[in-house]
């Protein structure tokens, strides 16, 4: 063993140089513990931990519940379901909660700022958890801005027509400009940003107050409605064309447009760092988020579209104009607050976690460590928030971004895409090397010179008999049955994780594969059939040898124990990466030309800054026993 000594130390000198180029993209950070945690003292600020599950839920349900649902039921049901909206909902519901175990247990192992991001930068690697961050980033942005656009419209209800808000708040057009300013908009923005800068305590207070209050309204919906729907008998489900006008194809294609109502339960893993008990509270909180979400979608199609059928539906107003047309006009004041309410939890939902993922770049060295910084009242990522303000105030003052709402699918369904894949690597091939805390490398280098010192000296002028050496150990080696068994052991596991690794490829490839050929409607028919063929191919071979090969025993200890495990693995995750890359394929060629711009930006930031300040740069990478050893003997260990 000692004569191992001096390479162990060489190669680990060696990993020390990942600087620069492309093994730098392949950088992996440790996971969270709470050894890590006390090795690295208290140098880092820390958020306060005050939500629990109801706040967890409202979170999750306000941030997710935007103004989309008052107009989805009615756009889906005339061009795609038609009575079917119901089953459509369930459906994108299931495809949601496929991404939604992948985060439970992330989360629940991972409890800290940065979500997705987070996630992919201890299981992937620094390159794409940095394109996921900066990705999120966008997607944040621009929704908090599009959100707030929204309200004002909806506001101008209640004060008489469309322009009918007081001259301070409602929109203008700039002379000499072809620019519409909403300064609404923009406050609203404001008063979001300064009750973010408070506190999460109060912030989340007053979401789930506002979700409290949406919900009222959806429930006033479906009562009302059903008792108006009983007194006609349900007209809309007496349809001449039946419960699928449009097909079962149509039925999926209403899931796929309804499928994005579903986003926003992510926000919830975004606060993992600020929940009381996270392996408990974050599981429980994405999942009944979710399903709460799910129930009061369908509930409200089932109602709405039995009330008319579907084809007179109004595509604009739908909810209020079947009020109307029994009579009930008064209902529209009701279905409007909703409206407005929802829009306002959504965007209390889209500036929450953008400062956060910030903050968790910055930690990691990728950003400015301005963003780091953490108020010492509030225990609030001020700067960051403050700066999220700002710029989407910005946005939502000067520009129209509803022609960029594209933008932010992409960022959801990269970030559900990555999380799923992360559940793989996770759970076949978790990380054999973690970096060293900065704290310990120093001793640990100065252990290991001690030790290399000591071989030379052993060894002296004899290194002409090291071969020698090498050959007795070994021989004596393959006479020990225990050791021969380890050997073995050691080489089967090795076997097992290339085999793992390879799969994995092979499915993502498959994927890519099968969703492209399948999409792409425009190619002739035999190409398109090869395409798909090759892709199902590639899916089924990789599926089907993570099914046959044991899972890695290191995911027991992977993070914080005692948390949520995703089911079905791999089927489940690989589901995921199915759905979500053909969503992401099928986003629309101007979409992710507008992304494709804001990635290659942030290549650039990441060339160079990012890579150059990592905190990752200079680190001791060592196996994951050998880290347990030196966190177990140091002063710092917290058992």
């Not at 970030?415 to 978790?430: E, G, K």
């Not at 021989?475 to 050691?490: G, N, Q, Y």
Request: aromatic share 10%.
């Amino acid at each position: 063993m000692a004569l191992d000594g001096g390479g162990e130390v060489g190669r680990r000198r060696r990993r020390r140089g990942w600087g620069g180029g492309f093994p730098s993209l392949m950088r992996r950070k440790q996971v969270d513990s709470d050894r890590v945690r006390a090795a690295e003292g208290e140098g880092q600020p820390q958020l306060a931990k005050e939500l629990n599950i109801p706040a967890l839920v409202a979170i999750g349900v306000g941030s997710t519940i935007g103004a989309g649902v008052y107009v989805l039921v009615g756009t889906v049901a005339r061009e795609h379901a038609g009575p079917a909206l119901t089953i459509s909902f369930l459906i994108a519901g299931i495809a949601s909660a496929l991404s939604a175990f992948c985060y439970a247990e992330l989360a629940s192992r991972c409890p800290s700022a940065g979500s997705a991001y987070h996630y992919s930068y201890i299981c992937v690697g620094e390159g794409v958890a940095w394109l996921i961050g900066w990705a999120l980033v966008l997607e944040y942005t621009i929704g908090g801005s599009a959100v707030a656009r929204g309200i004002s419209p909806n506001l101008a209800l209640f004060f008489g027509g469309p322009d009918s808000l007081p001259w301070i708040l409602s929109r203008h057009q700039l002379p000499w400009f072809d620019v519409i300013v909403d300064p609404c908009a923009a406050a609203l923005v404001f008063v979001v940003t300064v009750l973010l800068c408070v506190g999460i305590k109060e912030s989340s207070a007053v979401q789930e107050l506002i979700t409290v209050l949406n919900a009222c309204v959806m429930i006033f919906v479906i009562v009302a409605g059903s008792y108006i729907g009983f007194q006609i008998g349900w007209v809309g489900y007496k349809v001449t064309d039946g419960y699928f006008p449009h097909g079962i194809n149509g039925m999926l294609a209403g899931s796929a447009t309804v499928f994005f109502a579903y986003i926003g339960f992510d926000t919830v893993a975004s606060t993992a760092e600020e929940v009381k008990n996270p392996q408990r509270d974050l599981p429980l909180g994405i999942g009944a988020a979710l399903s709460i979400c799910c129930c009061l979608y369908m509930m409200v199609s089932v109602v709405i579209v039995g009330l008319v059928p579907y084809f007179a539906m109004d595509p604009d107003t739908p909810i209020s104009s079947v009020f109307a047309k029994h009579g009930m006009q008064w209902a529209m004041y009701i279905v409007t607050s909703g409206a407005v309410l929802a829009l306002c939890s959504t965007l209390l939902g889209s500036l929450l976690p953008q400062p956060r993922i910030l903050m968790a770049m910055a930690r990691d060295g990728l950003l400015p460590s301005f963003f780091a910084d953490v108020n010492k009242r509030t225990q609030v990522p001020v700067k960051s928030t403050v700066v999220t303000g700002l710029c989407a105030a910005a946005l939502a003052f000067f520009m129209d971004v509803s022609q960029l709402a594209g933008m932010v699918s992409v960022g959801t369904l990269l970030a559900f895409t990555i999380v799923a894949v992360s559940i793989l690597i996770l759970r076949y091939i978790p990380p054999d090397e973690v970096p060293l805390p900065s704290s310990l490398q120093e001793t640990f280098c100065l252990s290991q010179e001690y030790d290399e010192e000591r071989v030379s000296g052993i060894l002296g002028d004899e290194r002409c008999k090291t071969s020698e050496t090498k050959d007795v150990i070994l021989a004596e080696s393959m006479e020990d049955p225990l050791i021969e068994k380890k050997i073995t052991r050691k080489m089967d596991e090795m076997k097992r994780r290339k085999v793992a690794a390879f799969s994995i490829g092979s499915v993502c490839v498959g994927v890519m594969v099968l969703t492209s050929a399948a999409s792409a409607t425009w190619l002739p028919f035999l190409p398109m059939c090869i395409g798909c063929i090759v892709g199902a191919l590639l899916l089924v071979a990789g599926l089907g040898l993570l099914c046959w090969i044991d899972q890695d025993d290191g995911r027991h200890s992977f993070g914080q124990s005692g948390g949520f495990t995703c089911p079905f693995v791999p089927l489940l995750p690989v589901l995921s990466i199915l759905v979500n890359t053909y969503l992401l394929i099928n986003l629309g060629g101007e979409a992710w030309m507008r992304v494709g711009i804001w990635l290659l930006i942030g290549v650039l930031v990441y060339i160079l800054y990012g890579r150059t300040n990592s905190s990752l740069k200079d680190v001791i990478y060592v196996p994951v026993a050998q880290a347990d050893e030196i966190y177990k003997s140091s002063s710092g260990y917290v058992s």
